[in-house]
């Protein structure tokens, strides 16, 4: 029987070491050399992975297929919206595929991606990418631990492997997985 602190709940701050693949075998991203950390139960990562992760324990490994509404969602769902390419920094990197945060009315930031660009003109949409893509992880579970209070608190890892904010000399690009 497995200690309870080693297993994958809510309130357990969860490193994996996954391959993501599409269904013809693609890979289409991979944990690189040190696993990923998320909180579990806070929305961190895909909710078909996540769910299929709750109840399991360090060591243990599974194929999880992910439709597209437990993933990134259903294709078409947004249309593209045109901006100027001024609306840019100048040293951004405006090409297909590139990702970055805005804010919304709210002020709170979400994320786009660049879907064409043409000459001033660039398309951009908040749907993911991989919207409308069944996902394919190959998943193995490598720590479990008890969440910190602020890291409940603010519904993400810190520290290695997860995100760095507040005063920390690390960089932090916004991005999480």
């Known amino acids: 029987m497995s200690d309870a602190a080693e297993v994958v709940g809510d309130g357990k701050v969860v490193s994996i070491e996954y391959v993501l693949t599409d269904p013809s075998g693609e890979e289409l991203d991979r944990s690189g050399e040190t696993p990923m950390a998320y909180l579990h139960g806070s929305h961190n990562i895909v909710p078909g992975l996540e769910e299929a992760l709750h109840g399991k324990t360090v060591g243990d490994s599974l194929r999880v297929e992910v439709p597209p509404g437990k993933g990134y969602g259903e294709k078409g769902k947004t249309k593209p919206q045109r901006v100027l390419r001024s609306h840019f920094p100048p040293d951004a990197p405006v090409e297909k595929g590139a990702q970055f945060l805005m804010r919304g009315q709210d002020g709170q930031p979400f994320p786009i991606w660049i879907t064409k660009v043409m000459g001033r003109e660039v398309y951009v949409s908040a749907e993911h990418p991989l919207a409308g893509v ?35 000399d690390d960089d932090d690009d916004g991005e999480e997985e």
């Open 134 to 168: 069944t996902l394919c992880f190959d998943v193995t579970v490598r720590a479990v631990r008890d969440a910190t209070d602020e890291e409940r608190s603010h519904g993400h890892v810190h520290g290695p492997g997860g995100h760095h904010h507040h005063g920390d």
